[in-house]
Antibody
Framework: QVTLRESGPALVKPTQTLTLTCTFS??????????VSWIRQPPGKALEWLAL???????YYSTSLKTRLTISKDTSKNQVVLTMTNMDPVDTATYYC????????????WGQGTLVTVSS | QSVLTQPPSVSGAPGQRVTISCTGS?????????VHWYQQLPGTAPKLLIY???NRPSGVPDRFSGSKSGTSASLAITGLQAEDEADYYC????????????FGGGTKLTVL
């Protein structure tokens, strides 16, 4: 059974760095073809893809946000970490992590999401 | 604005059929990349509804179907039920600087 769960602060101040952790079970990021991605959704708005890391430690970032994002993995802990620097109120959103398989090219399992509010 | 274009809203009465379009371009759907659909019920995370243009994951009713042609894709829902009221998103891969993974702007389905 595949599960993912996001964790991190609910509130961050403008200019601070956000660190989110995705803890997953039911698969291994050391298995060929496995990937974990981060996707966010501002309140009342659409989904926006942010970043993806694959089993080979290759990393992909949204062009518009790549200077602010870093994605990493700890395979032994079954965790993927996303950091986003210089947070702004427009970054207020629910942040989801999701599993992606290279063979099927879609996000098949999602975490419940964590709401991050950026406010002073 | 989103790389993939969806109508903001659609509606239908119980039992009716509705379709949701997803229009892309030559760098995503038109380039041959698959389209996937997600259903997001109120207050919950998105759930995979259709993958690979027209395939349903286990547990998804056959009332839901997908198709793709040219630079567009469609999601059809037949026998509309109250529990289908949700937001629906299409997703594909994009080879331009907009990508690589892109979502539509979402469509709110209202069951009248």
């Amino acid at each position: 059974q595949v599960t993912l769960r996001e964790s991190g602060p609910a509130l961050v101040k403008p200019t601070q760095t956000l660190t989110l952790t995705c803890t997953f079970s039911g698969f291994s990021l050391s298995t060929s073809g496995m990937c974990v991605s981060w996707i966010r959704q501002p309140p009342g708005k659409a989904l926006e893809w942010l970043a993806l890391i694959d089993w080979d430690d290759d990393k992909y970032y949204s062009t518009s946000l790549k200077t602010r994002l870093t994605i990493s993995k700890d395979t032994s802990k079954n965790q993927v970490v996303l950091t986003m620097t210089n947070m702004d109120p427009v970054d207020t959103a629910t942040y989801y992590c999701a599993r992606y398989t290279n063979s099927l090219h879609h996000f098949d399992y999602w975490g419940q999401g964590t709401l991050v509010t950026v406010s002073s | 604005q989103s790389v993939l274009t969806q109508p903001p809203s659609v509606s239908g009465a119980p039992g009716q059929r509705v379709t949701i379009s997803c229009t892309g371009s030559s760098s995503n759907i038109g380039a041959g990349y698959d389209v996937h659909w997600y259903q997001q019920l109120p207050g919950t995370a998105p759930k995979l509804l259709i993958y690979g243009n027209s395939n349903r994951p286990s547990g998804v009713p056959d009332r839901f179907s997908g198709s793709k042609s040219g630079t567009s894709a469609s999601l059809a829902i037949t026998g509309l039920q109250a529990e289908d009221e949700a937001d629906y998103y299409c997703q594909s891969y994009d080879s331009s600087l907009s990508g690589p993974w892109v979502f539509g702007g979402g469509t709110k389905l209202t069951v009248l």
